[in-house]
Structures are given as C-alpha cells and as structure tokens.
C-alpha cells in the first residue's frame, strides 16, 4: 500500500471530526479502494549549526515564526531526502555557504519547540566555505563571533542546539 497525505491546516483546538466523516463518505461513494485516515502530523527538519571564518553562521529571518529573529540555517526535510542532504541544501539556500557536516549535534523533538506545530529536527555541526549570502527564509546572514552568538536570543530552540553544537568542538 502507498501512503499519500492531504495536508489540513487549521486553527488551533479545531475539531475535524466532521471533516474526516466527509472525506470518509466522498471516498466510499466515489473510490471506495481508498482508505482515508486523519493524523496529527508532525514536521521534520535539518538544522546546521556552520562554523565560518571563526565564529557562526545566523540568519536573521525573513518570515514568521520568529520573523526578525536569529536562528541557525535550517528548514524542512523534502519527501525522499536525506536529513543530511536537507541540511546541506538548507544551508546553501540560506547563507549561499558550501558545508561539509562534521557531526550530528542531536534530535531535538520538544513538541513545543514550533508554534506552528509538533516539529522535529535533526542537528548537525559543519564547516562552511565560500561568501556568505542571504537566500531563501533568510532576510540576512552574518558570521557572528560564538562568545556573541551564545548571548543572543534565537529562535525556536537554537540556543541550545548551538551551545549543545558548540560542547562538542
């Protein structure tokens, strides 16, 4: 059996118990070889926490959440990929860097940790080349000294991917 999913977003506490009962009834009438199921869905990630030029690689961020803020370079797994290609995509994307991922940092699943939903990520420590340019979600990229960028407010829960990342050196 293949999988497929219809992505429902919806304001949060709504109930789609009548929207699941729909969809039930539409298939059966018209493609009653399909099944349809309704699951909270949770979001996969890549984030890079990118050594530069001696210090570390932020984006300011160019949408909500956290529009405005800092965050290491990062964002979401495509179907079919790598979380490590993902990583090294994002941070090309976003700061214009060539990265070669040293280690993983960890998998960070607090289902608080993204308004926007239960989002889990997977954390990689990496070496950057090349000119930093801000691209993609990215409204900025700067190579900030790590003393500085440990006293920074970051988005989500990058301050502590970074000090987790930054232990391990």
Same mark, same amino acid.
């Given at each position: 059996m293949e999988r497929y999913v219809l992505l429902l977003k919806t304001p949060k506490g709504y109930g789609v118990s009548q929207v699941r009962e729909e969809l039930r009834k539409f298939l059966r009438e018209r493609h009653p070889e399909i099944r349809a199921?309704?699951?909270k869905c949770i979001g996969l990630t890549a =984030?890079?926490?990118?050594?530069?030029? %001696?210090?570390v $690689?932020?984006?300011?961020r160019k949408r909500e959440p956290f529009k405005d803020h800092y965050a290491i370079p990062g964002?979401?797994?495509e179907y079919g990929e790598r979380v490590e290609d993902a990583a090294v995509r994002e941070a090309k994307e976003e700061t214009?860097?060539?990265v070669r991922l040293l280690r993983l940092v960890g998998i960070y699943s =607090?289902?608080?940790?993204?308004?926007? %939903?239960?989002? $889990?990520t997977t954390a990689f420590l990496a070496i950057g080349t090349?000119?930093?340019k801000a691209g993609d979600d990215a409204k900025e990229v700067h190579v900030v000294p790590v003393d500085e960028a440990l006293k920074l407010?970051?988005?989500f829960d990058h301050g502590k991917i970074l000090r987790d990342a930054l232990s391990l050196r």
């Open positions: 199921e309704v699951h =984030d890079v926490v990118i050594i530069h030029n %001696g210090g $690689v932020l984006v300011k964002g979401f797994v214009g860097l060539d =607090d289902p608080s940790r993204d308004p926007r %939903g239960h989002t $889990v090349g000119e930093p407010p970051l988005a």
